[in-house]
């Protein structure tokens, strides 16, 4: 079965709204895991716009599932994670003024500096992987770094999914898998999967063994509860098994 990593930074979102204490991903995140999730994921941002370091902490702490901590290649993100010993290590490239993380880590670009972060977080005991766009030279790339696996972006298929493009899309996520797999890469996914779209996906691409899902989980845990919304996506992820 396809392992579920519940992102919850939209929790701490919402609590950022108001500043104030209210509502803690900390709750949501024992909930997840009470309903499911096999790890809860979160992004501790430069500008701490959602989840902080208290956040992170506590979750370490708390939480018996695995953590994953997404996080820039940047000298205090490493510091941080090296503390904190997260169980997973996903490099995620950042832009101050981005709404979410818009586009893949280019690994192509920065070979020596994320292989030198892979290996201190690796150290540390973490499992490292690249959040990339489904390219085959990402892949290798992230494969020449030594992490342990990828997460593919499915940003672009969660926009065409349904339209002309959505074939050419699965296609590009499919070719990227197969690449990873030989390279002898884990295979994730992540970035806007929903209830309708990650059966396909799962379906399509049988090498992705992990999800990491946040949004749309936690919007409709507005309507259901967190327990019931991550039930929900952990029946779908156990239909398919994850090679
Ligand atoms: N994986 C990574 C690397 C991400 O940056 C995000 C967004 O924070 C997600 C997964 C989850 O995306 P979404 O909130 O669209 O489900």
Do not use: W
């Amino acid at each position: 079965m396809v392992r579920l990593g519940i992102n919850i930074d939209h929790v701490a979102t919402l609590r950022q709204a108001r500043g104030g204490r209210e509502p803690e991903p900390i709750a949501a995140a024992v909930e997840a895991e009470l309903a499911g999730a096999d790890l809860i994921t979160c992004h501790v941002r430069e500008d701490r716009r959602h989840i902080n370091d208290r956040d992170l902490r506590l979750l370490r702490e708390v939480i018996q599932t695995e953590l994953n901590q997404e996080m820039a290649v940047t000298e205090e993100m490493i510091a941080l994670a090296l503390e904190i010993r997260p169980d997973h290590a996903c490099l995620v490239p950042e832009k101050r003024e981005e709404l979410t993380t818009e586009g893949g880590l280019d690994v192509t670009a920065d070979v020596s500096r994320i292989k030198a972060a892979a290996q201190k977080l690796k150290m540390a005991g973490a499992r490292v992987f690249t959040f990339i766009d489904p390219e085959e030279t990402q892949v290798l790339a992230s494969a020449r770094c030594g992490v342990d696996g990828v997460e593919l972006h499915t940003g672009r298929f969660a926009e065409v999914f349904g339209k002309d493009e959505e074939d050419a899309e699965l296609e590009r996520l499919a070719s990227a898998a197969e690449t990873a797999s030989r390279a002898g890469l884990e295979v994730h996914a992540g970035h806007g999967l929903n209830y309708r779209n990650t059966p396909l996906l799962l379906e399509s691409v049988p090498q992705i063994v992990e999800v990491n899902i946040g949004h749309s989980i936690i919007s409709r845990a507005i309507f259901v509860g967190v327990g019931h919304a991550v039930g929900e996506m952990r029946s779908i992820c156990d239909m398919f098994r994850g090679e």
